[in-house]
């Protein structure tokens, strides 16, 4: 038999691939572990952020230098079409104030078995624990015809989706191991990198802080690093990203949307600096907290947390009690002393911590702490307009497994709708 479609991966760009087909097919889906979806069910932390909100015109900057290039992809269905095929199917969304857009149950098993549900009506029959170990080719007098091999089986096809994606969190069966297939194809590879993920520095000092988080922190990489926290000012002319977003300690580095997204242009070496309270300047912070030494019978502490918290009415605090306590003992400050008491050079220098602390690069996540995978199938491969192969007809790739990684928020699962469905038509 010869199918009409098969579907190489039942992640979240081939699970919707087979339920964007425009009619009904005899296809099949091989998926290599047992279960579909893994990788769906871990997103926003198993709550599923599907998309964002806003311009299709402003996602183009999540993807770094390959978002022009991938844009007839993004606005042939875009986060408002993602929005409408949930719609479609009597499926609640909803949107945060951050603009990222989930299910209103905040379970990702929902959206799975909706797309589950979609492939079944489109007659996709799924095959698990079925890893493809070769694809072949053949011309025919009629249409071309694709072999497919997987554990000592065979599957004939004239139609081929390969959405298998990438190698981060190897674990749920996205490792990569279909590139070597494909290299047997001659298919061009960019090399693959792990994205999105923490990042250790020298000398990490908030280890007894973990899970303490900031709700914007503005975060720097600059290619250079000279001497301990020194003043990141001094490295302006060597930046080489900036993002101000959410900041989250672990046990052993930085985390969070802000470290995640700027950790794609990141390397060992490197200068990270945060700056933890960025919506007021070094200098006037500084002003402020001099102005108000003299006679201050306060603790440090508590003029520190009151004029860093003035703004918030309710918790989180925007600078945590527990932080500003260890960037004090960090300065070797006594945290219950009169505020009087402080220096003009010891205010200064707890002050350039707030505001600019800076680290040296020990290393970054690799892929089984990645939320993403850089590098792939190259876009030079194919036809972004309708994402075939250039070399091959009938063959295209959707999702993780071609060179596209976005930032954290919904772009990911976005390309990988987005591109499951161009496959599709």
């Not at 926003?44 to 996602?59: A, V």
């Not at 307009?385 to 091959?392: A, D, G, I, Q, V």
């Amino acid at each position: 038999m010869i199918y009409d479609i098969i579907i190489i991966g039942a992640g979240a760009a081939g699970l919707f691939a087979g339920a964007s087909l425009p009619s009904p097919q005899n296809g099949l889906i091989l998926e290599k572990s047992a279960s579909p979806g893994k990788k769906l069910l871990l997103s926003g932390g198993g709550q599923c952020n599907i998309t964002h909100n806003g311009s299709i015109k402003d996602f183009i900057l999540h993807y770094g230098d390959h978002g022009k290039k991938i844009r007839s992809v993004l606005y042939r269905f875009n986060n408002q079409s993602v929005m409408d095929f949930f719609a479609g199917h009597q499926f609640p969304l909803f949107e945060r104030e951050d603009g990222k857009v989930f299910p209103s149950s905040l379970k990702a098993q929902d959206v799975l078995d909706l797309l589950l549900n979609c492939c079944n009506n489109n007659g996709i029959t799924i095959l698990y624990n079925s890893p493809v170990t070769k694809i072949s080719y053949r011309e025919d007098t009629s249409s071309p015809v694709y072999t497919v091999s997987c554990d000592g089986n065979q599957y004939m096809t004239r139609k081929l989706v390969v959405a298998a994606g990438g190698c981060s969190y190897p674990a749920t069966g996205s490792d990569g191991s279909l590139l070597s297939v494909l290299k047997e194809l001659d298919i061009e590879l960019v090399p693959s990198r792990p994205s999105l993920m923490p990042v250790y520095v020298q000398d990490y000092p908030y280890g007894n802080l973990s899970g303490i988080s900031f709700s914007s922190a503005r975060i720097t990489l600059y290619d250079s690093f000279k001497g301990d926290h020194q003043m990141a000012s001094s490295f302006s002319d060597s930046k080489i990203a900036e993002n101000t977003d959410a900041l989250l300690f672990t046990h052993s580095g930085f985390s969070g949307p802000g470290i995640l997204n700027i950790s794609r242009y990141a390397e060992k070496g490197q200068q990270l600096s945060i700056n933890y309270y960025p919506k007021k300047n070094r200098d006037a912070i500084l002003k402020d907290l001099t102005k108000a030494i003299p006679g201050n019978k306060k603790q440090l502490l508590t003029v520190l947390y009151e004029y860093f918290n003035k703004e918030i009415s309710a918790s989180p605090a925007e600078l945590p009690y527990r932080f500003l306590e260890s960037v004090c003992l960090r300065c070797q400050l006594n945290t219950q002393q009169k505020y009087s008491q402080i220096s003009g050079s010891q205010l200064k220098s707890l002050v350039s911590i707030l505001t600019e602390d800076t680290f040296l690069i020990n290393r970054l996540g690799g892929f089984e702490t990645a939320m993403a995978t850089a590098g792939g199938v190259s876009l030079d491969e194919v036809n972004l307009k309708t994402l075939e192969s250039n070399k091959y007809p009938n063959l295209f790739f959707a999702g993780e497994i071609l060179d596209v990684d976005g930032d954290t928020g919904g772009y990911n699962l976005q390309f990988a709708f987005s591109s499951g469905y161009l496959a599709a038509q």
